[in-house]
């Protein structure tokens, strides 16, 4: 297999995008001006193993190319977005967690291209959130996007120019994995203690949650658990469960004076938070822009910091684009494998 020359435009017609995450793999035929069409979606085989998972991809690939092709415009390849971190010389998953066994090691680019015959691109499915909302989303026309995706875990991904920035080994924008001293003594997924995916991610503020009220009394008179996950929290507080709201503040003045801390480093045009957390309500938004604010130094003072626009269509497009003309020559972030 090689990859094909990128030197020229690439053809401008639909793609096939793919999001890949541990509950869920969604895909649709994403047009050239970003319309996304003819979804699907299927649970994720998560425990099954890769061969599942993949199966799973080429079950949901083969009715939208089939679609696309009696349309008279068939799919020019396949953009995936997945979870793990994805090798950019071969698009490879090269590390990835317990949420989906055995990830770790799939060579998914060329087992795609072998299933389906098309041309594929694979990055991390943050860094596909960051570009489909930097091409067409609430960073359109933006040179610098930094995205915060505050959900189960904590990631993110910064965007230049058309171009999500990997580094050298496909891990850049591990956000979560920052010290953080809201968090200090708590453990981290990463096995490490006092991350700020601690306390600023969905997880992170149901554990501290638990901790302050392990149970609850139910309607019905008996106890059990005082939450199920960090929806329930945000619900919680925005009933005005005083433990909620002081675990729901907590975590958005973390994650603020955090994002404070990245706009001075990386001077972006516009913050992009996406996710669970996201979804919490004013006043966590409040107190994550206040604090953001504290930290931000007078220079970098004005920058933007606002949700995102385009929902889980964000991967589907991000990853598509990595196939279209303006994104075709960014072979840093990704592969195309095709067959020799």
């Known amino acids: 297999m090689t990859a094909p020359d990128t030197d020229g435009p690439a053809p401008v017609g639909p793609v096939i995008g793919l999001d890949v995450g541990g509950t869920k793999i969604s895909a649709g035929l994403v047009t050239a001006d970003g319309d996304v069409r003819h979804e699907a979606s299927v649970t994720t085989p998560a425990t099954a193993g890769p061969d599942a998972i993949l199966t799973a991809m080429v079950t949901l690939v083969r009715p939208i190319a089939a679609a696309a092709e009696a349309e008279g415009c068939p799919a ?28 770790a090691g799939t060579p998914v680019a060329d087992r795609l291209t072998t299933a389906t015959g098309l041309p594929v691109r ?64 708590l453990p981290c997924s990463c ?17 501290r949650y638990r901790s302050t009220m392990p149970v609850r009394q139910m309607d019905d008179g008996s106890v059990g658990p005082s939450a199920a996950s960090g929806a329930d929290v945000s619900r919680l507080a925005a009933a005005g469960d005083p433990a909620a709201l002081s675990c729901v503040d907590g975590s958005a003045a973390a994650l603020g004076r955090a994002i404070g801390g990245w706009i001075n480093t990386l001077d972006p045009d516009v913050v992009i938070v996406t996710g669970g957390l996201a979804q919490a309500g004013p006043r966590w938004w409040t107190r994550l822009r206040a604090a953001a604010d504290t930290e931000t130094i007078p220079a970098a003072t004005g920058c933007p910091v606002v949700p995102a626009a385009l929902g889980a269509r964000a991967a589907l497009i991000g990853a598509a684009s990595l196939l279209t003309s303006d994104h075709a020559d960014h072979a840093d972030h990704s592969i195309v494998r095709t067959r020799a």
């Open 122 to 185: 694979v990055v991390n499915d943050v860094h596909a959130h960051a570009l489909g909302e930097a091409r067409r989303g609430a960073g359109t026309g933006q040179a610098t996007v930094l995205l915060v995706a505050a959900g189960t875990g904590l990631g993110g991904a910064i965007v230049v120019d058309g171009r999500v920035l990997t580094g050298s080994r496909g891990i850049a924008g591990h956000l979560g994995h920052v010290p953080s001293p809201e968090a200090a003594g």
């Open 191 to 207: 096995g490490r203690t006092g991350h700020l995916e601690a306390v600023a991610s969905g997880a992170g503020l149901l554990e």
């Open 76 to 103: 020019l390849g396949l953009g995936v977005g997945a979870a793990g971190v994805i090798d950019p010389a071969t698009g490879a998953v090269t590390a990835a967690t317990d949420h989906l066994r055995s990830w």
